[in-house]
Structure formats: structure tokens, C-alpha cells
T-cell receptor, first 114, second 111 residues
Framework: GAGVSQSPSNKVTEKGKDVELRCDPI?????LYWYRQSLGQGLEFLIY????????KSGLPSDRFSAERTGGSVSTLTIQRTQQEDSAVYLC????????????FGQGTRLTVV | TQLLEQSPQFLSIQEGENLTVYCNSS?????LQWYRQEPGEGPVLLVT?????EVKKLKRLTFQFGDARKDSSLHITAAQPGDTGLYLC???????????FGSGTQLTVLP
């Protein structure tokens, strides 16, 4: 596609429910990144995929967070048993292999846990 | 852990004024990027600097990378309301291919 696409744009969920956030990277971009941004703050790195593999999952804040990528394209970030502190904007970015400094971001998913 | 500190955190100025935003770290970065983010959107890359002492100009924006590659500045000349946004610096990539982001400078340019 023309740019990185994320869905949904907004998600309100009840505490304790599971949520899935989707990212469609730019076609041909083999690297994909998930970041989390609290209101008006910088971005916190969550996880990086090269192809379908995630070499380092240490950025995920807890074992309630998981992510997968299939077919080297679409990625899903899943948060189980959501907590209020999970409320944030979740941003996805993609880049050509080994070009992390030239990543393009999606518009983000604003998650609100009530 | 590599950290990037940005200052000021908030800046409100009148149209036509000049301003400088700073990004500082105790760590050396292989490269440093500046992004601008508008409400409801993802960050958009403005520039990447990779060489210590490098200066890049983008119209009214001037970016400088410190000689030691630990700090950077963004200078805007004759600011316009369209410059309003959250300015983020980011360094890296790190071992996990991640970028380390600063906390951002929220710039408001009043007409």
C-alpha cells in the first residue's frame, strides 16, 4: 500500500478484556516495529520484526503483550487482560531491511481501557 | 540504556520568531533523526544526521549533530503556525534495531 495502515484507529475496551491491534506495512518493507506512546510523550519501543521473526522481545512490557507477523507482511499486537495503564497510542512503523532510521509510521491506534 | 532528553518540553511563540530545540544524551548514537508529529497522526521523519558536526537545512529548519554525536539541535527561523506540532528526536538504531526517542517538544506557533 501507499503507507503504513493501522486498524482500528480507536479502540475502547473494558479492563480485563483482550484486544488485537493490526498493522499493514508498506509493501516490500521487511522490517516492522511496534512502539507505544503515552499522551504527549515520546515513543517506547515494544518489538521489532525482520520478516516473520522477532529477534528481541525484551521491549514488551509484560507477558500480557504478544505480537506476531505472518507472511512477512501484516502484524498483530495482542494485549491480554487489559489494564488501565495499557491506555496509549500504539504506533507501527516499517522500513526496508536494516534501515531502521528510515522507518515510516502509521497513524496509530488509540487504545483506551476503561 | 540510552536516553535522550529534549528541551524545552513546551514552547509557545509568536509567528515570525526564531526558536531552538535541544536533544541531549550521555550516549553516542550512530545517527539521529528528527520527527514532527501532529495530533492523531504518526511521526513524520524530517531529517537524519549521521556525521558528527553535520548541519542540514530544510527550508527554514536547520538541524545540527554535535561533534561527539551525543546531542543535536533544531533551529526554526521565522516560525509559522504550520510549524505547530510535537517535535521528537530519535537516536539509533540500537541492537534490537529500535530507535530511542526523546520525550518531545510541543511547539505552538501563534498567529
Amino acid at each position: 500500500g501507499a503507507g503504513v495502515s493501522q486498524s482500528p484507529s480507536n479502540k475502547v475496551t473494558e479492563k480485563g478484556k483482550d484486544v488485537e491491534l493490526r498493522c499493514d506495512p508498506i509493501s516490500g518493507h521487511t522490517a516492522l516495529y511496534w512502539y507505544r506512546q503515552s499522551l504527549g510523550q515520546g515513543l517506547e519501543f515494544l518489538i521489532y520484526f525482520q520478516g516473520n521473526s522477532a529477534p528481541d522481545k525484551s521491549g514488551l512490557p509484560s507477558d500480557r503483550f504478544s505480537a506476531e507477523r505472518t507472511g512477512g507482511s501484516v502484524s498483530t499486537l495482542t494485549i491480554q487482560r487489559t489494564q488501565q495503564e495499557d491506555s496509549a497510542v500504539y504506533l507501527c512503523a516499517s522500513s526496508l531491511a536494516n534501515r531502521a532510521t528510515e522507518a515510516f509510521f502509521g497513524q496509530g491506534t488509540r487504545l483506551t481501557v476503561v | 540504556t540510552q536516553l535522550l532528553e529534549q528541551s524545552p518540553q513546551f514552547l509557545s511563540i509568536q509567528e515570525g520568531e526564531n526558536l531552538t530545540v535541544y536533544c541531549n544524551s550521555s550516549s553516542v548514537f550512530s545517527s539521529l533523526q528528527w520527527y514532527r508529529q501532529e495530533p492523531g497522526e504518526g511521526p513524520v521523519l524530517l531529517v537524519t544526521v549521521v556525521t558528527g558536526g553535520e548541519v542540514k537545512k530544510l527550508k527554514r529548519l536547520t538541524f545540527q549533530f554535535g561533534d561527539a554525536r551525543k546531542d543535536s539541535s533544531l533551529h526554526i527561523t521565522a516560525a509559522q503556525p504550520g510549524d505547530t506540532g510535537l517535535y521528537l528526536c530519535a537516536g539509533g538504531p540500537g541492537s534490537a534495531r529500535q530507535l530511542t526517542f526523546g520525550s518531545g517538544t510541543q511547539l505552538t506557533v501563534l498567529p
